[in-house]
């Protein structure tokens, strides 16, 4: 008889086969794009064989015993899609409802997979997570300097980001980095969630940090995204005021002076990017808000959410009807109607909320919060993979601490 304890055992030894799956996956999820044709992630076949082997292996991750329960939630809500009536906003094709479905069970087996070998082998990733970050910062400094470029470039990789045609259509004003996602606000909360991880990660090399919060500057910028610059302005300022993570000591302290005067500079220097920032409609966004309930009859997030809560059905107490449409901003109205509230709380108990773990970690997950409350941020597959790994690895952390503390992990 398999004896669960002694197989989900830590160990700092890896088995080759997941060390290799490992390395794969992590590296296509922090830097790769999706396949070119379909929207999938290049290392899911490699995923699927290793599930197909050891699925058995998770079988101690908490989310995994009520998982059957969501497939089925999930699956029925799909079927209802083309029966389903309700007054979204732009129709929801059954073969879409099927593939949104297949996305979003694929992305709870990378968090199983993650959970698990993390557990297993406590493998730190701080260093991926810093070279990730850079790398998404030389890819918008090559925005910006070789538009053109980059342009051609993104429309041999992601052919479906319908940006660059947008650009080249003239359609708009100025081109707003979104790395090789589709919408530059994800790229803007997800960056700042990975800033934060590394910072708290490892905050002991004054360099690297140093190096981080360069390149969370300037990537921020070449996004112009009103939600990212506030929320890691925000919490950069709690980590600063309440914790020690951004402490810096000796020739650091100067090297940062220095490092902030020549963003002020360069930011002076190149005011133009900063107008093309209203001239794009950021401006115009800002003066949506007015005193009735801070929206206008026009639009925005508030009418979006009174919107969504008008098509409210109670069928969404128990299944969702499988459609996208009736909101466009609010990821909550979003994830309900899509699948129902049981889906929605396994949802956000997987990506969010987290027992155990200490406060300065639930700072690394509000970027991503916010973006799925404000951005329905989750359709962008990458994101949520991202999301995945973040919230796996402090899943992981609880499991090892219950683990030494006594507490039983087995089935």
Known sequence: MLNFKSLFLPSTQEDKFDRVCFNCIIFDVFFLPLFPWFSASISLPMLFVWYLKNSHKTRFIRERSFFGVIILLMFISTLICPLYEGGSKYDTTFFYSVKTLFMYLTSFWYYFFFTYFFFKYNRRITDIVYYSIIWITILGVFSYIYKDYFIVFKQIVCPFDPQPQRWLSGSELVFRYNYFWADPNNVAYAVSGLSLFYLIEQPINNYKKIVVLISIVI???????????AVSCALYVLVILFTKKMSFSGNSRFVVIVICMCLIYFIVNNFTIIQEMYDSGIATRLDSYDSYGGV??????????????????????????????????????????????????????????????????????????VGFSINISIIEQKFLLLNMVISAYYSAKVYRLNLFQGARICN
């Open 296 to 369: 206008k009859a026009a639009g925005g997030r508030l009418k979006d959410l009174y919107s969504g809560i008008e098509k409210f059905n109670i069928l969404f107490l128990l299944v969702g009807c499988g459609q996208e449409g009736f909101v466009t901003e609010i990821g909550h109205i979003y994830l309900l109607y899509l699948y129902g509230l049981p889906v929605y709380i396994y949802f956000m108990y997987v990506l969010f909320f987290k027992k155990k773990i200490n406060y300065t970690d639930y700072v690394v997950l509000i970027p991503y919060f």
């Open 219 to 229: 990537t921020l910028f070449f996004t112009m995204s009103l939600g990212g610059i």
